[in-house]
Nanobody
Framework: QVQLVESGGGLVQAGGSLRLSCAFSGGIFSIHNMGWYRQAPGNERELVATITGGGTTNYADSVKGRFTISRDNNKKTVYLQMNSLKPEDTAVYYC???????????WGQGTQVTVSP
């Protein structure tokens, strides 16, 4: 069973940076597409960034140029480097893994990111 454990969240001032990590276990990491999602109070969960097993990335327009997703297949870890943080980035950030076949998706427990004005 795949398990995902996020870390790296916290409180930061606007303009600051944080790096989130998501440790993967219980499966073949290299074949999983990985992603970061976030959910602010009262809002639906939304995509932040994704990265395929081959390293192709995709970003939400709201974070392009500020956030960078990356993965280390040897460490079975995916990262989200967040720069120039804004108060509107405040949310619980979730890691998601998606196995292409047989199809399956897994979520981490989430990590809180709070950006103060």
């Amino acid at each position: 069973q795949v398990q995902l454990v996020e870390s790296g969240g916290g409180l930061v001032q606007a303009g600051g940076s944080l790096r989130l990590s998501c440790a993967f276990s219980g499966g073949i990491f290299s074949i999983h597409n990985m992603g970061w999602y976030r959910q602010a109070p009262g809002n639906e969960r939304e995509l932040v960034a994704t990265i395929t097993g081959g390293g192709t990335t995709n970003y939400a327009d709201s974070v392009k140029g500020r956030f960078t997703i990356s993965r280390d297949n040897n460490k079975k870890t995916v990262y989200l480097q967040m720069n120039s943080l804004k108060p509107e980035d405040t949310a619980v950030y979730y890691c998601k893994s998606s196995r292409p076949w047989p199809s399956a998706a897994y979520w981490g427990q989430g990590t809180q990111v709070t950006v103060s004005p």
